[in-house]
């Protein structure tokens, strides 16, 4: 089967996850949403794994992909709990275009660390991402959102709290994101795509937990509504199979190659968000979104 099938596959999930992750984190702290989360990709990926016949491999793991793959698991506990931060204070449709900046970012890590050759059409692509994604930010102009009995606004203002603190989280998101990818195709190189994913999460988890512990929010653990811990446990289900897609797509394609595709799920995202949240989109920030996605398909076209 083709990188991109599973690239693809990588990013419907991707979509469904933060739907579901948006749903499962209201009312829960950002910390314990991201550990709990975790918990389920966990059992997902080992298992996986297991089934597989992958973890016969651990005992040929070279100390330079246990390495990479710890510091990949390490930059995507940080772009986790960012994300989810950032989703406690913004609508799923506002804070999604600016965290796939980390594909621009991811493409240009490509080239300077791993040394792929990346063509004009990539390079333009990025910047049209990276454009799109500033438009979505809000304006003091545009119509303000949060108050009793609106619907949120993508592309329109926030609270005082939200509009000083969601985008610099989203930005921090897909700077570990970026980091993540690079990272993790170092160290899969060799290690079994499965075996590789479980690897990282355990190293996932030990942070998000360390981090909740830290903060004393492990308190709140029963307190968490069924309804959210439904969606919590769906949203680590979606991870899982969005994780395991991505990196067996990284294991088949260069990296510059398959994040384009990955980010594809934007467009889904938006979509979902406006069927399901019901939340608004602005011009302004619709014109962003279609900027970013011509910029990811454009980044396609030329590391095709």
Same mark, same amino acid.
């Given at each position: 089967?083709?990188?991109? %099938? =599973? /690239?693809?596959?990588? #990013?419907? *999930?991707?979509?469904? +996850?933060?739907? $579901? !992750?948006? @749903?499962?984190?209201?009312?829960?702290?950002?910390?314990?949403?991201?550990?709990?989360?975790?918990?389920?990709?966990? %059992? =997902? /990926?080992?298992?996986? #794994?297991? *089934?597989?016949?992958? +973890?016969?491999? $651990? !005992?040929? @793991?070279?100390?330079?992909?246990?390495?990479?793959?710890?510091?990949?698991?390490?930059?995507?506990?940080?772009?986790?709990?960012?994300?989810?931060?950032?989703?406690?204070?913004?609508?799923?449709?506002?804070?999604?275009?600016?965290?796939?900046?980390?594909?621009?970012?991811?493409?240009?890590?490509?080239?300077?660390?791993?040394?792929?050759?990346?063509?004009?059409?990539?390079?333009?692509?990025?910047?049209?991402?990276?454009?799109?994604?500033?438009?979505?930010?809000?304006?003091?102009?545009?119509?303000?959102?949060?108050?009793?009995?609106?619907?949120?606004?993508?592309?329109?203002?926030?609270?005082?709290?939200?509009?000083?603190?969601?985008?610099?989280?989203?930005?921090?998101?897909?700077?570990?994101?970026?980091?993540?990818?690079?990272?993790?195709?170092?160290?899969?190189?060799?290690?079994?795509?499965?075996?590789?994913?479980?690897?990282?999460?355990?190293?996932?988890?030990?942070?998000?937990?360390?981090?909740?512990?830290?903060?004393?929010?492990?308190?709140?653990?029963?307190?968490?509504?069924?309804?959210?811990?439904?969606?919590?446990?769906?949203?680590?289900?979606?991870?899982?199979?969005?994780?395991?897609?991505?990196?067996?797509?990284?294991?088949?394609?260069?990296?510059?190659?398959?994040?384009?595709?990955?980010?594809?799920?934007?467009?889904?995202?938006?979509?979902?968000?406006?069927?399901?949240?019901?939340?608004?989109?602005?011009?302004?920030?619709?014109?962003?979104?279609?900027?970013?996605?011509?910029?990811?398909?454009?980044?396609?076209?030329?590391?095709?």
């Amino acid at each position: 089967m083709s990188w991109w %099938v =599973f /690239a693809l596959v990588g #990013a419907v *999930a991707a979509s469904a +996850t933060a739907i $579901l !992750a948006k @749903l499962g984190v209201e009312g829960v702290p950002s910390n314990l949403a991201t550990a709990v989360r975790t918990g389920v990709v966990l %059992v =997902f /990926a080992w298992g996986l #794994a297991l *089934a597989s016949g992958q +973890t016969v491999a $651990l !005992a040929g @793991l070279s100390a330079r992909s246990l390495a990479f793959l710890g510091l990949s698991g390490l930059a995507t506990g940080v772009s986790w709990l960012a994300y989810f931060r950032a989703l406690s204070l913004a609508p799923a449709s506002r804070v999604a275009p600016l965290d796939k900046v980390s594909l621009a970012l991811t493409v240009v890590l490509a080239g300077l660390v791993l040394g792929e050759t990346i063509a004009w059409q990539v390079g333009l692509g990025a910047a049209m991402i990276v454009g799109g994604a500033l438009l979505t930010l809000p304006r003091a102009s545009d119509q303000a959102i949060g108050q009793p009995g609106s619907r949120q606004a993508f592309g329109g203002d926030q609270t005082t709290s939200a509009r000083g603190a969601w985008w610099v989280y989203a930005l921090v998101s897909a700077g570990a994101a970026a980091a993540t990818a690079i990272l993790a195709k170092i160290g899969i190189d060799g290690v079994p795509s499965n075996l590789a994913t479980a690897l990282r999460t355990v190293v996932v988890l030990v942070f998000a937990w360390s981090i909740v512990f830290a903060r004393g929010e492990q308190r709140a653990l029963g307190t968490i509504a069924r309804r959210s811990m439904v969606f919590l446990v769906l949203s680590g289900l979606g991870t899982g199979v969005s994780w395991l897609a991505y990196y067996h797509a990284l294991a088949l394609a260069p990296a510059s190659s398959v994040a384009p595709v990955d980010k594809a799920s934007l467009a889904l995202t938006i979509l979902l968000a406006a069927m399901i949240l019901r939340e608004k989109v602005t011009p302004r920030a619709a014109v962003g979104v279609a900027l970013q996605i011509a910029g990811a398909l454009m980044t396609l076209g030329g590391s095709a």
